[in-house]
């Protein structure tokens, strides 16, 4: 079975970072595409990031294109997502996710889903 664990999350400043970690199972990064998303209290679920794998391309939302960066480290199946210069309207729960649409990432909605991690940002 597909299983994603996102940890990582908790309260900053704005301006701070927070790296966020998803411990992905039951499949590789070539069978599905990982990424995040979030969900702001009272907001639909958002798009923030995913990761193609076939030509190694990373899709960023505009919300976060600048400030964010994901990466992943395949021998350990896992995912990270780096939060630079956090702002309050990124307070959500971040969700790693996978995506069974092959090409490109961000063209599909996620398939699977983690728990979820709450991060809070604070201005």
């Known amino acids: 079975d597909v299983q994603l664990q996102a940890s990582g999350g908790g309260l900053v400043q704005a301006g701070g970072s927070l790296r966020l970690s998803c411990a992905a199972s039951?499949?590789?990064?070539?069978?599905?595409?990982p990424g995040w998303f979030r969900q702001a209290p009272g907001k639909e679920r958002e798009d923030v990031s995913c990761?193609?794998?076939?030509?190694?391309?990373?899709y960023y939302a505009q919300s976060v294109k600048g400030r964010f960066t994901t990466s992943s480290d395949k021998s350990k199946n896992t995912i990270y997502l780096q939060m630079n210069d956090l702002k309050p309207q990124d307070t959500a729960v971040y969700y790693c996710?996978?995506?069974?649409?092959?090409?490109?990432?961000?063209?599909?909605?996620?398939?699977?889903w983690g728990q979820g991690t709450q991060v809070t940002v604070s201005s």
């Open positions: 996710v996978a995506i069974r649409g092959y090409y490109p990432c961000s063209n599909y909605w996620p398939d699977y």
């Open positions: 039951g499949f590789t990064f070539d069978e599905l595409s």
């Open positions: 990761i193609n794998d076939s030509d190694n391309t990373t």
